[in-house]
C-alpha cells in the first residue's frame, strides 16, 4: 500500500475514533494509550503508525440526529448581524474614550448616531468634541433643553467635568 492511500485510511480510522479512547501500535510494535477521563495528544508521524484500535465498545444506540430547520438558522444568522451592525454603529471613530462613554450613557435614553466625532441626537442636536453642555447645537429649542440637561445629568454620573 503506498503511502497516500495509507495517509487516506489512517485519517479515515482517527475520524472515526475521535473522542474515544485508542490504543496506537507503531512499526517498532511500541503501544500508547489513553487514560479515561483525560485529554491528552502525542505527535506520530503517520508512517510510523501500524495500527489505531479503539479501547471502548463501540456504542450502538446513538440519538438520531433531528431535522435542521434553515429559515431559523438564518434568521438567528441576520439577528446576530443585526446587532453587530448595531454595535459597530455605536462605535465612534478617532474620538476620545469620554466621548464614547458619553454616547453610551446618552444612547441609552435617546436615538444617537455618529457622523465623523459629532454625536447627533434625535437627527436635531450636534455634540462636537468635547462634548459638554456648551458644545450642543440645534436650531429645535425644546429638543436642545432636553439634551442638555440630560447630558448634564449624564456627566455628572460618569464624573465628567
Known sequence: MDDR???IKTMNAAETLLGRQIKVKTVLNEQMEGRPKHSSFRII???HIKEILSV??????YANIGYIHLDGVKNREMEAMRGFSEQVSKMGVGVSKEGQDIFYAL??????RWSKDTIIVMDEVYITPPYGVED???NHTTSLARVKKVLEGERKRLNIK
Open 45 to 47: 508521524k503517520i508512517s
Open 136 to 138: 450642543c447645537k440645534s
Open 107 to 112: 444612547s441609552k435614553t435617546l436615538p444617537c
Open 56 to 61: 471502548e465498545q463501540e456504542k450502538k444506540d
Open 5 to 7: 492511500k495509507k495517509q
